[in-house]
């Protein structure tokens, strides 16, 4: 189906534990963004690519780890999760900088 | 960096009543905002975005948003709103690309019958 979809949904890790959330996307766009969202804060963008093989960080990048290897996917690993990085995870796309942003239905990621 | 306030954490609003999402954004010499929504378990869904041209703004479902570079402000308003639009509403606002856009904390749009 075309659009922009996550895995899991949900997740339940523990803590010292490495975890990948999956994000893929049908369109092609060129631009991809990790965000999390957390209770009293809104979104706050954890990396972004612009490209494949291009990523940056974004406002709260420390303990993620992104690639791109190919367009339509852009996976965020956390290497060693800490119960801070419990929230809900979403992953966007959009085709160029002002082109709308298109949001996955989100990852909730609990970590004990 | 811009820097986006949304006043109201929840509006409670009955059904068929006008409501108003209060916004206000850091000034800048060029600025971009948008609206979102998100309804419960789902991801957020662009309603509206203000990116140069007229103030006013017209977005999906009804609602619509008014730029005022004087009052730093970018309001949603709805004249007439139905229990379908209870959700979290999201302001953001961008200097220079989506690389920098930054979300307000949300109001809850609360709509009882």
């Known amino acids: 189906d075309a659009g922009i979809t996550q895995s899991p949904r949900y997740k339940i890790t523990e803590t010292g534990r490495q975890v990948t959330l999956m994000c893929h996307q049908t369109w092609s766009h060129s631009y991809m963004f990790w965000y999390r969202q957390d209770l009293g804060h809104g979104l706050r963008l954890i990396y972004y690519?612009?490209?494949?093989?291009?990523?940056d960080k974004g406002e709260v990048p420390d303990g993620y780890v992104v690639s791109r290897s190919k367009t339509e996917n852009f996976p965020l690993t956390l290497e060693s999760a800490t119960r801070s990085q419990t929230s809900v995870y979403f992953c966007a796309s959009s085709g160029s900088s002002w082109e709308i942003m298109f949001f996955g239905p989100g990852t909730r990621l609990t970590v004990l | 960096a811009q820097s986006v306030t949304q006043l109201d954490s929840q509006v409670p609003v009955f059904e068929e009543a006008p409501v108003e999402l209060r916004c206000n954004y850091s000034?800048?010499?060029?600025?971009?905002l948008f609206w979102y929504v998100q309804y419960p378990n789902q991801g957020l869904q662009l309603l509206l975005k203000y990116l140069s041209g007229s103030t006013l703004v017209k977005g999906i479902n009804g609602f619509e948003a008014e730029f005022n570079k004087s009052q730093t402000s970018f309001h949603l308003r709805k004249p007439s709103v139905h229990i379908s639009d209870t959700a979290e509403y999201f302001c953001a606002g961008s200097n220079s690309g989506y690389s920098t856009l930054t979300f307000g904390k949300g109001t809850m749009l609360l709509v009882s019958p």
């Open positions: 690519s612009a490209a494949a093989d291009i990523t």
């Open positions: 000034s800048s010499v060029s600025v971009y």
